[in-house]
């Protein structure tokens, strides 16, 4: 396992579970069906890229169009996208979590999530369009040369702390006397507001919060790639976050962590290699297999690249 490789697996690792703690506050400990979470993470991609790179007219970056370009130094991009959102949290918090029940509410959720995404894509004076934004700098890149392993390495601890802090709340969240109201509110909101407890400021509060740590996630994954466009953050993503969720355990933090590990990356990652071992030794089989067959006058008979697929092999022709 080469060193990009591992970095790179690590990272990702880093930022799924960022993400999920984000899904479990909401949907395991607050019981929200946010089928939007993708659109806050998006939101801090978006906010940390404009927010470092420098303005569209640079030479360098003329060739896209976007709003802003401060080229603000770390981490101030980072805590940008975290801020970025927990500000979109709000207004679609107010449409969604007030009057909706349950159902209704993630409906209009991923309804917010595809209407979303169209809208990026075809506002292209707003954040480039379909094409996205590119040469997003990564953090301190001024200081460590970003092509070096060193900087794999810093960027890895990098994402480490950020996770450690988003542990950090998350579990004192859940384990407050806040968090059991939040529990109580997802198991039986009727009762919990016969008890006195307002459930819309709940879920607001925990909306907010959610959105503020999915946009970190954002905000680290955009500085990681360099790039972001809404290719990068369609429906379906979330739905990736809930099963990683729901694999690990509901509600639990350490549950959710253990998802983003299964999920997001162990599982995609084993199936990769499973195909391309399987390709690797039907391939050798293959090979083995055509040169262990001779023709009457010695020479070798050599597989078509059109052949992977059938065990069939063709006489080998010499130039003329």
């Known amino acids: ?5 591992a970095t790179n697996l690590l990272v990702y690792a880093g930022v799924d579970i960022i993400a999920c703690l984000a899904l479990n506050l909401q949907f395991g400990v607050s019981g929200i069906t946010n089928f939007a979470l993708i659109v806050f993470q998006a939101a801090g991609a978006y906010a940390a890229a404009v927010l470092s790179m420098p303005p569209s007219s640079s030479p360098d970056y003329s060739f896209q169009l ?14 940008g996208g975290a801020l970025a959102g927990a500000a979109l949290a709000i207004p679609v918090g107010l449409v969604v ?64 702390v950020a996770v450690a802090v988003v542990w950090m709340i998350a ?8 968090g059991r109201t939040l529990r109580a509110m997802r198991d039986h909101e009727l009762a919990a507001t016969a008890l006195g407890k307002n459930p819309v400021q709940l879920k607001m509060t925990v909306f907010i919060v959610g959105g503020a740590i999915a946009g970190l996630s954002g905000a ?18 979330t739905i990736i976050l809930f099963a990683a969720v729901i694999v690990g355990g509901r509600g639990n933090n350490l549950g959710a962590i253990l998802g983003a590990l299964l999920v997001p990356v ?4 084993v199936t990769r290699l499973l195909a391309a071992a399987r390709l690797r030794g039907r ?9 262990s067959q001779r023709t009457s006058t010695g020479a070798s008979r050599a597989c ?17």
Not at 313 to 320: D, I, T
């Open 304 to 320: 078509r690249p059109w052949t992977a697929f059938r065990s069939r092999c063709h006489e080998g022709r010499s130039p003329a």
């Open 220 to 237: 680290i994954l955009a500085g990681y790639i360099t790039a972001w466009a809404p290719s990068e953050w369609l429906y379906p993503e």
């Open 66 to 79: 976007y709003v802003g370009g401060y080229n603000l130094p770390f981490p101030i991009p980072w805590l």
């Open 171 to 178: 579990a004192r969240i859940v384990n407050s006397p806040y």
């Open 1 to 5: 396992m080469n060193t990009y490789y």
């Open 97 to 160: 979590l007030r009057k909706l029940r349950s159902d209704y509410q993630a409906i209009a959720l991923l309804v917010t999530s595809i209407i979303a995404n169209t809208v990026i894509t075809n506002a292209r004076t707003f954040l480039n369009g379909a094409a996205g934004l590119a040469l997003i700098p990564q953090p301190l890149d001024t200081q460590i040369d970003p092509r070096s392993d060193t900087y794999s390495y810093f960027f890895v601890g990098l994402t480490a």
């Open 266 to 269: 162990g599982f995609e990652e």
């Open 283 to 291: 391939t050798g089989w293959l090979t083995g297999r055509c040169s």
